[in-house]
Structure formats: C-alpha cells, structure tokens
C-alpha cells in the first residue's frame, strides 16, 4: 500500500496568492482529516470527512480556508488568499472505522507564505 | 473542556536508559488512545489502546492505559539514538474527535 499521498511536499507563494492541498487517502479508508501542524499551536484538526461527506469544519481557521472531496480517493484543502501566519505543515490523514481507529498520516506539505 | 496533558514536554536521556512517558487526559466519552512518534516528518502510528491493563509492546516500546485513573504511559526500554523523536498521545472521543497533547520531545544522547 502507498500509504496516505500529499502532494506539493513544500510550496512557497507570497501572501494573497491561492494554495492549493491535495491528498490521497489509503484505499479503502472512509475517513479523511485535514491537520496543520505549527510549533506554537501543535496538531490543529481544520475538517473531517467521512464517507467523502464533511462532518466537522469547525477548525478551519476563517472563510479563506475550504476544503472538498468530490471522490474516495482524492481531497483537496485550499487557502484563498493566503497569509504570512498560515505558514504551517499540512497533513492529511485517513482511517477506517469512521475515525474510531488509528489515523495514517500523509507526509505533510510545508508552507511558506511570504 | 476536553483536554490530553503529556508530561514531561520534553527530555534528554543516554543511550541505554529507559524512559517513561506519560499521557493523562480529561475526556467525555472516551473512545480509545493513541501514542504516534514523530520525527522530521509526519507522525506514525504506534499504540491503540482501549482496555484498562492490558500491556501493548512492541519491540523494545511498551504503552498500558489506566482508565480509572485516566492515564497512559509509554516505555522504551534501552533507548536508542534513533528513539529521538516527538512522542505524541491522543485520544478519541465522542464519535471521530482525535484529542491531542502537545507532545514529550525526546532526546537520546550517545
């Protein structure tokens, strides 16, 4: 199995410009998270879907950060438009058993927005 | 409010000893929890607990959960350089909420 796939790895843009996130769960798996991660704030969870449907998006930031999964095997989170503070890594992560079980993470894409 | 406290935040060992770290939480609904290692990357997974008292091991890690007391720990014995790492716990709640601390940064010195 390939795991949990992110792409970019790291993406450096200037502030207002749009970012976007993908990721691609493990197969099989029904439950997808978006994560960010910074050294002040720690693992934040921004959205959680389940069965492709967004269950929980009461941790992305504000209107500029959206997220959507329009199939089982493919996400997407974007900022619109970016800032300096959303510089952060971004995971994703999916497991299985509507979240109640262990959740594989991605790789990660490091921001940087200047 | 829910809440997952790790203790100590961070720690600085030698090759060969062992360590403890701990993982206590306050949680409505307690599903299960969960010890994730990190180092310059993202996490990955090591330990699921969900019943009281039952040792999980692998190799030389080891985590047990107390949920009377609402407390974790997680052993690694004769410790190596590449245990450096970020150990974090988190807890499942309610129906999908992952609950996380804020991570023990450990440090194995030669």
């Known amino acids: 199995d390939a795991g949990v796939i992110q792409s970019p790895r790291h993406e450096v843009t200037e502030m207002g410009q749009e970012v976007t996130l993908r990721c691609k769960p493990i197969?099989?798996?029904?439950?997808l998270f978006w994560y960010r991660q910074t050294m002040m704030r720690g693992l934040e969870l921004l959205i959680y879907?389940?069965?492709?449907?967004?269950?929980?998006d009461s941790g992305m930031p504000e209107d500029r950060f959206s997220a959507k999964m329009p199939n089982a095997s493919f996400s997407t989170l974007k900022i619109q438009p970016s800032e300096p503070r959303d510089s952060a890594v971004y995971f994703c992560?999916?497991?299985?058993?509507?979240?109640?079980?262990?959740?594989?993470f991605g790789p990660g894409t490091r921001l940087t927005v200047t | 409010e829910d809440k997952v406290v790790q203790s100590p935040l961070s720690l600085v060992v030698h090759e060969g000893d062992t360590v403890t770290l701990n993982c206590s939480y306050e949680?409505?609904?307690?599903?299960?929890l969960l010890w994730y290692k990190q180092e310059k990357k993202a996490p990955t997974f090591l330990f699921m607990l969900?019943?009281s008292g039952i040792e999980k091991k692998s190799g030389r890690l080891s985590s047990i959960l107390d949920k009377k007391e609402l407390f974790s720990i997680l052993n690694i014995t004769a410790t190596q350089t590449g245990d450096s790492a970020i150990y974090l716990c988190?807890?499942?709640?309610?129906?999908?909420?992952?609950?996380w601390g804020a991570g023990t940064k450990l440090i194995i010195k030669p």
């Open positions: 992560a999916s497991s299985s058993g509507q979240g109640l079980s262990e959740q594989y």
């Open positions: 197969s099989g798996h029904n439950s």
């Open positions: 879907f389940n069965n492709n449907v967004p269950i929980d």
């Open positions: 949680v409505t609904n307690f599903r299960s």
């Open positions: 969900t019943s």
């Open positions: 988190a807890v499942v709640a309610s129906n999908y909420q992952l609950i």
